[in-house]
């Protein structure tokens, strides 16, 4: 089973400017007011970018990759609301949204699940969310993360496959990525799964959830929003908390995010950890870098777990540029840059060439189911 894996697909703001049906331009923030500056901002820096775009346009080579690799199933955490709602979060500066009517981007990628427990869902309010969750369960896209309730933000997504089998996604966030403690879902209030914290004991009220739910056919990946944008280096607290996932036996992946960066790659126990995916898709083109940290340049995630007990037989990472809005092939300068970030061997793990010209995780393969 190989299953296609991103962080961050933030199609809001100067991305939806230049799809076919764009929102109102119209922004919050401190030094920009207008969407479409951000679109300026990226033609000064690599040249023209089409509007109106077709679905496919900002997936460029990445599509490629996709058809290649065949995965079973695509999940990424959007990191946007995709909504017409006009009332925007007060007091948090940075809100994104994506016209519903563009929502067929998703669909052109082929993605299977969006978890949405991030820091952007509710940036128009709940009835964005509401918005958001009607339009892409009408597109055909599987959710986890937030919901109309606790119970439902905790909910997973269950992906099918073949021969009856499933994968569970469960979607979560801390409040270390940015995610106000009001947009925590609750009885009747409608929100994201907040974790309250890193500690044992959620990580067993985690497991326990995930135990009630998971048939002996189900893998499970845990997918969670944390930590802040700019760090190279893995919390000690985010190993510790997926290490006890792993043990606990409450996730075959943990897909972490919010880094607008890669993070480094851990397989403990035989199971893959992704500290921090980075963004795949965002409008920073023409934002430049944070000091040696590039927020252009993302990876796409090809992991093959085993069918039977879920542990992790292969990854092959796909580095990837953006350029125009639009997802190149990394050139040298962009794979330096991942390489560094992804590749370093600072968890046990290290990067080779694969045979598609991308790279293959090594790592000590010590069976521990």
């Known amino acids: 089973m190989t299953i296609a894996l991103a962080g961050d697909v933030m199609t809001g703001r100067g991305i939806d400017q230049i799809l076919h049906c764009p929102s109102a331009p119209q922004l919050f923030e401190s030094h920009v007011r207008d969407a479409r500056e951000y679109v300026r901002l990226a033609e000064r820096v690599n040249g023209p970018i089409p509007r109106g775009v077709a679905a496919e346009y900002i997936w460029g080579d990445a599509l490629s990759e ?11 955490n959007l990191e946007t609301a995709v909504t017409t709602a006009d009332d925007a979060w007060p007091g948090k500066g940075i809100h994104y949204r994506m016209h519903p009517s563009n929502v067929a981007c998703l669909n052109a990628a082929g ?10 869902v509710l940036d128009w309010g709940r009835a964005g969310l509401h918005q958001t969750l009607e339009t892409l369960h009408a597109a055909g896209v599987r959710s986890a993360g937030a919901g109309c309730d606790g119970d439902a933000a905790s909910r997973p ?28 879902a609750g009885p009747g209030r409608p929100g994201v799964a907040l974790l309250p914290d890193l500690s044992d004991a959620t990580a067993r009220k985690l497991a326990e959830r995930v135990a009630r739910l ?5 893998h499970v990946v845990v ?8 760090s190279p280096d893995v919390p000690a607290e ?27 790659i851990e397989v403990y126990r035989g199971r893959l950890v992704l500290y921090g995916c980075g963004d795949l898709v965002n409008d920073y083109e023409g934002i430049g870098s944070h000091g040696s940290l590039r927020s252009d340049v993302g990876c796409l995630y090809f992991a093959t777990l085993g069918l039977a007990d879920g542990l992790l037989r292969g990854l092959e990472i796909v580095p990837l540029q953006l350029r125009r809005f639009r997802l190149e092939r990394a050139d040298a300068a962009a794979r330096r840059s991942l390489l560094r970030l992804v ?11 694969s045979p598609a010209g991308n790279w293959s995780l090594q790592w000590d393969r010590v069976r521990v189911s």
């Not at 993605?111 to 952007?120: E, K, Q, V």
């Not at 290490?243 to 880094?259: F, M, N, P, T, Y």
């Open 238 to 264: 985010h190993r510790a908390f997926a290490h006890r996932l792993i043990e606990l036996k409450a996730a075959d992946i943990v897909h972490g995010h919010s880094s607008h960066h890669p993070q480094p």
């Open 157 to 184: 997504a269950a992906l099918p496959l073949d021969g009856g089998r499933r994968v569970l996604v469960w979607g979560c966030a801390t409040a270390t990525s940015g995610v106000p403690a009001d947009w925590a």
């Open 223 to 230: 997918s969670i929003h944390w930590g802040g944008n700019w």
């Open 343 to 353: 590749g370093g061997g600072t968890l046990g793990s290290r990067l080779a060439p």
């Open 111 to 120: 993605i299977d699940c969006c978890t949405l427990a991030n820091n952007h």
């Open 66 to 76: 996709l058809r290649r690799a065949a995965p079973q199933l695509r999940i990424v």
């Open 214 to 218: 998971r048939r002996g056919d189900g």
